[in-house]
Structures are given as structure tokens and as C-alpha cells.
């Protein structure tokens, strides 16, 4: 009994050292330690041994056992071992490889015109302010000095929603907010850029949707050399130091003295030409003295308090710096035309 249990650990052991795998090495030890292997089939002949041989043969049994079950674990940590070796081997990366390139987008040239436009009124002292694109007839109209029937309400064309809301025709509805909430304490300096709706027919030069900045400074003693010198730095920036601009008398019901201000062509440098239509001169914004009705009506004494106030739009900014023909080109998303701003990224 003795031999017959060294030969089979012999040969499990010589068994466990030839496998190849997880798989073979799990049935090698299902058949030699299970229920129904060997060992356990040679351990039933032991009633027929003597007193004295049956504990020797029970402890013979038991080292068998463990000796076969030593060399399992081995082969079996030393086969995990390898699979993991193997993986990584197969899973090594060769970095000398040419990667793909990374598409990479671009900024909207309108984020870029609204962002660089408020990065230099920051600059100023001035903070970003925001209103909301439904808005009330009142702020839209009334509180801007247009009382209900004015003429100039035709200027611009409304979509409305109820008698008393509409889709915000300016951004100028957020300086009568903004005034409201400082509750006649100046100093106000702000600019707000946004969205805004007229009832305008699509062409190259129109849109009902769009885009405005608008500007607003109140505070004791301003003047309109403020408002002049703080255009004229914004226009120099934007297009070039060696622009010039003009003030036009004009008219806006919210502001009094209202003014239009234009900056020199570059293209002809003021001879004349089909950009400037012959005059030498781009008009790019709107601005004016802050009426006194206004800023009564949000609550600011204008013996004491006097303001600035403009608006430009960014559309209009963007073709002039960019060379652009239509304004449609800014709400298509044809990606062949905004790709060609990447070039001005950081
Ligand atoms: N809200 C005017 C428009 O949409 C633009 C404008 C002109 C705004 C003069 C102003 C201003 O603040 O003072 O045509």
C-alpha cells in the first residue's frame, strides 16, 4: 500500500509539472484528491491492515496528500503568473506609433467679438450685466422714456407676446434694470451684451435675431467728453490705433443729446469707396447723454446724477473686423466658414 501511494504521488506530481493550463491543472486535482480519486480508493483498503500499520498509513496518506496539494498551488500560482505576463505583453503599446490627429474647435468669431469687447470695458472699471430676452413692454419701452404710442416705438419692430411682454427689441431694457436696482445711488458702470429680436426681414444686412452691446455709465459730473474719450479708446482697440472717429448728431428717445458715432475706413482711408459707400466714414454705433426722464423714472436725481449711455452690435463689429458680407454667415454653422477663425485662437 505504502508503494502503491508513493506512485501515485509520483505521478500526480509529474502530472502537475506537464500542465499546460488552468483547465488541466484543475482535473489533475479533481482526480487525484477528489472524493472518487486514488488516494481515497487506497485509504478504504486500510481495515483490512493491522493496528500498528493503520496510523502509519493514515499519516503516509495525509503527506501524499499535502505534498500533491503543495505542487497544485505551485503550478498554479506559477501559471497565473505567466497569463499575466502574457497580457501585458500583448497589451504593450508602441509608442513610436504616428498618433491621429485631435480635431480641435474654435470660439463662435461672435464669442470672440463679444468676449474681446468686454474684456476692454473690464479693463475700464466696468461690470457685465445681464437681462432677460422676454421682456415687459416697460423696461423694453417706457422706462427708456417711450411711453405707450410714441412714434419712435416704430423704429424698431417687435415680436410681442402678450400687450405687455415681448421679445426684447435692444439690450437697452437692462440699463433701466440695472438703474432700478441701484436704487439712485451712483456710480453705474456696466456693459450688456445679448441677445435681441426684431420683426425684420433676413437679408445680408438684417436679422431678426442678433446681437447688442450695450453701455451705461452714470455717476455725479459726467459729460459727453467721457462718453467721446471712452469711445474713442474702444475704437482704436478694436480697429486700430490709427482710426479716427466722428460724433453725428442723431436721435434715440432715451438719451439727450443722442449721437452716432463713426470710425474712418480703412479700406480707402477715407477717400471713399464701396465699404464706406463713398463717404469715407463706418457707422458703428449709437450713444448719447442719458435723458433726465430716464433716469427719474428709475429713481436717480438728475440734478445731482448725469450718464452715458451706447450701443453697438457685435454682428456688425465682427464683419467690419473680419472682412465678412453677410450676416447670415454668423447663424448658419457652415463649418467651412467659422474653421477660418481658428487662426485668431490662443
Ligand atoms: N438701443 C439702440 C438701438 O437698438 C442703440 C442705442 C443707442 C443704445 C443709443 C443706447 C444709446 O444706449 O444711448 O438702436
Redesign the pocket.
Known sequence: MEQKLLELQNEAISQIENAEDLKSLNDIRVAYLGKKGPITEVLRGMGKLSAEERPKMGALANDVRSAIQEKLDEKLNRLEQEAVLKQLESETIDVTLPGRPVKQGNHHPLTRIVEEIEDLFIGMGYQVAEGPEVEQDYYNFEALNLPKGHPARDM?DSFYITEDTLLR??T?PV?ARTMEKHQGKGPVKIICPGKVYRRDNDDATHSHQFM?I???VIDEKITMADLKGTLEVFAKKMFGSDREIRLRPSF?P??EP?VEMDISCKICGGKGCSVCKGTGWIEIL???MVHPNVLEMAGFDSKKYTGF???MGPERIAMLKYGVDDIRHFYTNDIRFLKQFAKYEA
Open positions: 424698431q427689441t435692444h437697452s440699463q447688442q450695450e453701455g451705461l434715440f432715451f438719451t443722442s449709437g450713444a448719447g449711455a451706447f450701443g
